[in-house]
C-alpha cells in the first residue's frame, strides 16, 4: 500500500503561519485521483480541511476559506502541501494527510499525522 508521510506541523502563535508537507511513496499507484488534509481536535470528529482533485480542483472548509491553500509539487503530484496562514487557536488539531489511491484496488491511504498547536 502507498505510505503517506506528513511534516511540518509544531507549536505557532495566533496569526502566524505553519506550511504542512505530505508525501506518497511506495505500493503500485497507477493514479492518485484526490489527495486531502484532514483535522481531529480533542473531543471532535475528524473534518475535511482541504483536498485537491488530479485535475487541481480544490475544495475547503468553510472555516479555512481564505487563510489556507492546499497545492500538490508540478512535479510531482504524489506531493501535497497546506499553507497555512493567520492561523487560530480554534485551528489546533492533529492533521492529517489523505490520499485517493488507484492501484489493482481503489483506497484511501491515510498518514500518520502531524500536530498543529496555536496558542492565543
Known amino acids: 500500500q502507498v505510505r503517506l508521510v506528513e511534516s511540518g506541523g509544531g507549536l505557532v502563535q495566533a496569526g502566524g503561519s505553519l506550511r504542512l508537507s505530505c508525501a506518497a511513496s511506495?505500493?503500485?499507484?497507477?493514479?492518485?485521483?484526490?489527495m486531502g488534509w484532514y483535522r481531529q481536535a480533542p473531543g471532535k470528529q475528524r473534518e475535511l480541511v482541504a483536498g485537491?482533485?488530479?485535475?487541481?480542483?480544490?475544495?475547503y472548509a468553510d472555516s479555512v476559506k481564505g487563510r489556507f491553500t492546499i497545492s500538490t509539487d508540478n512535479a510531482n503530484t504524489h506531493t501535497v502541501y497546506l499553507q497555512m496562514n493567520s492561523l487560530k487557536p480554534e485551528d489546533t488539531a492533529v492533521y492529517y494527510c489523505?490520499?485517493?489511491?488507484?492501484?489493482?484496488?481503489?483506497?484511501?491511504?491515510w498518514g500518520q499525522g502531524t500536530q498543529v498547536t496555536v496558542s492565543s
Open positions: 489523505n490520499a485517493r489511491v488507484v492501484g489493482f484496488l481503489e483506497y484511501d491511504s
Open positions: 511506495g505500493g503500485v499507484v497507477f493514479k492518485i485521483n484526490a
Open positions: 485537491i482533485t488530479s485535475g487541481g480542483s480544490t475544495n
